[in-house]
């Protein structure tokens, strides 16, 4: 009998924590999937680092959506069919969105020629440009 | 001075402050919504704040979109901390007033604020003609890609969002949209 009652205690308790873990696997993917979706009503912040109420409640309906066995792929859909493309942190790479992406490392490149040429100058023999 | 080291620079410089400059024509608080064209999400809302005769709804009662089709509806996201509305709320309720008895819903959505606050503010303002409902957890507002109040919805008879206007909307705005909508339902 006391096995028994052991027995049925472990099993308690083992469904008690499991509820647990699969908590922390969904706040997890949450957290993942709320740091690529940006708050409306800030700066430049994910809903996951936003305090915003808004924020807050957009993280519902991401652990909401993901509960119940949309993919990240559908939630961020969702939310772009509501907000445009703008609700994503980072632009799909697509059209003028293309250009964000190109622009910084064309410039860096143009500056290293600037700079290569320069230096080329600089370092000349002072005879050379006589 | 170096022409051709000049214009070689400007083949680099001036396409980026073209696109500066481009970027200075644009109000970055203005982002074009995605669901004008596209059907409007249902929803299933209770009213706390009744409106007046003969627009009036009981408070407690449940307002669905599905029951809705066939009018033309104007949903409207404000709050009692939100100051913007406190410009378009008389405007609102005036021009509800002027529509009763047509095919036109005009309806209140209180967004993440509380219903006491909502119906005290109400009662500053002198009143509202049309009923206003809540919105927990802000799912109907995160449903119509609000991010900020307040925001009105103009939607045609079939359920269709015709239209998204940020910020305070004007009497003319108001009229002008409910009345092309109405026309082409006929």
């Not at chain 1, 939630?75 to 697509?94: D, H, N």
């Not at chain 2, 957890?137 to 206007?165: C, H, M, Q, S, W």
């Amino acid at each position: 009998m006391t096995h028994l009652f052991a027995a049925l205690a472990l099993a308690a308790l083992a469904a008690v924590q499991q509820p647990a873990a699969s908590d922390s696997a969904l706040d997890a993917r949450t957290a993942a999937l709320s740091a690529q979706l940006r708050c409306p009503v800030c700066q430049g912040l994910s809903i996951q680092d936003s305090p915003s109420e808004l924020s807050l409640q957009m993280r519902a309906v991401v652990r909401d959506q993901l509960r119940a066995g949309k993919t990240p792929a559908e939630v961020k859909a969702y939310f772009v069919s509501k907000y445009g493309q703008w609700i994503l942190l980072e632009p799909k790479p697509q059209g003028f969105n293309l250009l964000v992406y190109a622009l910084p490392v064309l410039l860096v490149l143009v500056g290293l020629g600037v700079i290569a040429v320069a230096v080329r100058k600089w370092t000349r023999p002072a005879d050379a440009g006589a | 001075m170096n022409w051709k080291r000049a214009a070689i620079a400007s083949l680099f410089v001036v396409p980026v402050i073209l696109l500066f400059a481009y970027g200075l024509t644009k109000d970055p608080k203005d982002i074009p919504s995605p669901l004008p064209g596209h059907e409007a999400s249902p929803f299933a809302l209770t009213v706390f704040a009744p409106g007046q005769p003969p627009l009036a709804r009981t408070p407690g009662d449940t307002i669905r979109l599905s029951a809705l089709k066939g009018q033309v509806v104007v949903l409207n996201f404000w709050a009692s901390w939100c100051l913007s509305c406190r410009d378009e709320h008389q405007v609102l309720s005036e021009t509800a007033r002027s529509y009763a008895g047509q095919p036109v819903h005009f309806l209140g959505v209180l967004y993440n604020d509380e219903p006491a606050n909502g119906t005290q503010w109400i009662a500053q303002m002198g009143g509202q003609s049309y009923p206003s409902v809540t919105d927990p957890g802000a799912r109907t507002a995160i449903n119509y890609g609000l991010y900020g109040v307040p925001e009105t919805y103009f939607l045609d008879v079939n359920g269709r969002i015709a239209y998204k206007a940020t910020g305070p909307v004007t009497g003319g705005l108001v009229r002008h949209l409910v009345d092309s909508l109405m026309a082409a339902a006929k």
